[in-house]
């Protein structure tokens, strides 16, 4: 169950927070970019023995939420399962893709991992307000 209005928000220029969970339960959520690959949410890592790394290679279950950088009441909720990493020349690629989505040219670092995330559930939520600080 993939929300088109989330598939967009993942493949713009929006910032994701992903939430894996700790081993005692407890929820850690740290700042990546995203992306889409078919049907399935993608993130890496260029260190895949980080905290989200060892997270998710003992349990594979995270929620992705993002922002729509145009208006910060457009936001997506993702649910799923980590269910495979791609590396190499094939990682690196991808990375680079998305670097030049966020940043306008290649990622500098090479040896990446880029988690393959099979979405469950996803929903986007807009509210009617504009962004307006005092």
Same mark, same amino acid.
């Given at each position: 169950?993939?929300?088109?209005?989330?598939? %967009?928000?993942?493949?713009? &220029?929006?910032?994701?927070?992903?939430?894996?969970?700790?081993?005692?339960?407890?929820?850690?959520?740290?700042?990546?970019?995203?992306? =889409?690959?078919? !049907? $399935? %949410?993608?993130?890496?890592?260029?260190?895949? $023995?980080?905290?989200?790394?060892?997270?998710? %290679?003992?349990?594979?279950?995270? %929620?992705?939420?993002?922002? !729509?950088? !145009?208006?910060?009441?457009? =936001?997506?909720?993702?649910?799923?399962? &980590?269910?495979? =990493?791609? =590396?190499? #020349?094939?990682?690196?690629?991808?990375? #680079?893709?998305?670097?030049?989505?966020?940043?306008?040219?290649?990622?500098?670092?090479?040896?990446?991992?880029?988690?393959?995330? #099979?979405?469950?559930?996803?929903?986007?939520?807009?509210?009617?307000?504009?962004?307006?600080?005092?």
């Amino acid at each position: 169950m993939f929300d088109p209005g989330v598939r %967009a928000l993942l493949e713009g &220029v929006n910032f994701v927070h992903l939430s894996t969970l700790m081993k005692d339960g407890s929820p850690h959520s740290t700042v990546v970019w995203g992306h =889409t690959r078919g !049907d $399935q %949410a993608i993130f890496f890592t260029n260190n895949p $023995q980080s905290l989200k790394g060892r997270n998710i %290679a003992r349990d594979p279950r995270v %929620a992705l939420s993002m922002i !729509d950088r !145009d208006n910060p009441y457009r =936001t997506g909720m993702l649910r799923g399962r &980590v269910v495979g =990493t791609l =590396t190499g #020349d094939e990682a690196d690629a991808i990375v #680079d893709a998305m670097s030049h989505k966020y940043v306008g040219r290649p990622f500098p670092m090479r040896g990446n991992t880029v988690y393959l995330i #099979d979405v469950a559930s996803s929903r986007l939520t807009e509210l009617p307000f504009e962004d307006s600080p005092a």
